[in-house]
């Protein structure tokens, strides 16, 4: 099902709205400052050709590092970067993927396109620090972090650390 949905989506406006990701990517890239950036956008420009089957998880979330005072400072640049793209290609794109979101919302069966729009209108303000992955492995990366959370605070309060037993 998700193939389908994919290949329908890419047909029917996927394939342009992609294209749009890919520009942004390429300009920010001829810039030092936007090349952070371009690694989001070309992310963002794999969720838009074919969004079925794909959830998008925050850097930190795969790998586990936390807050330190390199992740900090990256995450500061993100944020400076995230500004420069939401005012420049980010009010197009989610023009375009709120626009396209009400056009599939207007018949039941195109409905799941929609949502898969609204995801997109949203994510297209801040792309630096995401990371498209498959729905799987963004619920493993999270129970995962969940786990580590628990077991901290399990730690704090005297207890003994859980495993996840799978």
Known sequence: ???????IWFVFG??????MWLLGAILFALTIVGLPLSRGAIEMAKLSAFPFGKEVVHVRELD???VTAVTALTGTIG???NVIWACTFGIGLFVGHLVAGVINCIFIITIPFGLQSFKLAGLSFWPVGRRV?????ARIAREHNAQEKFNKIRAKSGGTS???AK
């Open 1 to 7: 099902m998700r193939f389908v949905g994919n290949i």
């Open 14 to 19: 996927g394939a342009v709205l992609s294209l």
């Open 133 to 137: 992955v498959s729905v799987e492995m």
């Open 64 to 66: 586990g590092k936390g």
């Open 162 to 164: 859980v495993v996840a």
């Open 79 to 81: 944020f400076v970067v």
